[in-house]
């Protein structure tokens, strides 16, 4: 079974930074997709960053200016660094993934909860 390790994240002040990764229990190729959702308060859970073949990195409204996202496939990871954040960032943050093989499965992390206090 594919497993989705996530770590970084925590509490931090509102406009303070946090650098979310997520390690692959398998090997990463360029033509698997990747990204990161999130669920915060009241709301349903939500796409925030994708990279996915043949389309340009793809970031949310929300995220656009302040998080970017990127991936080490020599290390079977993929990042979410994300800047200034703010208060209505908080939530839980799951790693997405999608191999081209195993029949195109996908695979979520369990999740990593962010907080932003002011």
């Known amino acids: 079974q594919v497993q989705l390790v996530e770590s970084g994240g925590g509490l931090v002040q509102a406009g303070g930074s946090l650098r979310l990764s997520c390690t692959a229990s398998?090997?990463?190729?360029?033509?698997?997709?990747m990204g990161w959702y999130r669920q915060v308060p009241g709301k349903p859970r939500e796409v925030v960053a994708t990279?996915?073949?043949?389309?340009?990195?793809y970031l949310s409204d929300f995220a656009e200016g302040r998080f970017t996202i990127f991936r080490d496939n020599d290390k079977n990871a993929v990042y979410l660094q994300m800047n200034r954040l703010k208060i209505e960032d908080t939530g839980v943050y799951y790693c997405?993934?999608?191999?081209?093989?195993?029949?195109?499965?996908?695979?979520w992390g369990q999740g990593t909860q962010v907080t932003v206090s002011s």
């Open positions: 398998e090997l990463i190729l360029a033509s698997d997709a």
């Open positions: 990279l996915i073949t043949g389309y340009p990195p």
């Open positions: 997405w993934v999608r191999f081209r093989r195993h029949g195109g499965s996908e695979y």
